[in-house]
């Protein structure tokens, strides 16, 4: 008797030590199937989709940004509001823009200088957009009012400044 419970333990060792490995490489042959019927998203930005630009200009984030506004800062809401509806309109300028001087191969050269320019102050910007970012995510993780109150102005202002920049480079693009 000592000797088939000694046999059925080992047994039941031997196929728990092997049920994971099964499980697993059951699971990855039917993920790499299911993988292969999945469209890339726009954050993939394959076949150059068309891309988010800055603050995640979705019809969600202007929704989350503007009633934020309405509830902290009631004064600003149409600072808001406005704000949105340029980047739209310099956003679609822009792509415009783009896609009837894609062929131009001085075009493409003034891209090409105007990312090398200014790679100093482009990184300096981008670590201010950055901290302003992470205040504001820490403000309303912590649900505090005042802390939110506090950076909401400073992100409409990061707004307004991106929406600056987008005219500044519209207007290079048009010359």
């Not at 891309?51 to 969600?60: I, Q, T």
């Not at 957009?129 to 990061?158: C, H, V, W």
Request: charged share 35%.
């Amino acid at each position: 008797m000592k000797h088939w419970k000694r046999g059925m333990v080992a047994a039941i060792l031997g196929v728990s030590m092997a049920l994971p490995g099964v499980v697993q490489a059951a699971s990855h042959s039917a993920l790499s199937y299911s993988m292969d019927s999945v469209k890339p998203s726009h954050r993939d930005h394959g076949d150059h989709a068309k891309k988010f630009h800055g603050m995640h200009s979705g019809a969600h984030q202007k929704m989350y940004m503007t009633l934020l506004a309405e509830k902290y800062t009631p004064n600003s809401v149409g600072e808001w509001q406005a704000a949105f509806k340029e980047r739209e309109r310099l956003m679609n300028e822009l792509e415009a823009a783009r896609s009837a001087n894609s062929d131009d191969p001085k075009e493409k050269k003034m891209d090409e200088q105007g990312k090398n320019d200014d790679n100093d102050a482009r990184r300096a910007r981008m670590e201010q957009y950055k901290q302003t970012r992470e205040e504001f995510n820490a403000a309303i993780e912590s649900g505090d009012a005042a802390k939110i109150k506090e950076t909401l102005p400073k992100m409409l202002e990061q707004l307004k400044s991106k929406n600056e920049r987008l005219a500044q480079k519209l207007k290079e693009k048009k010359k």
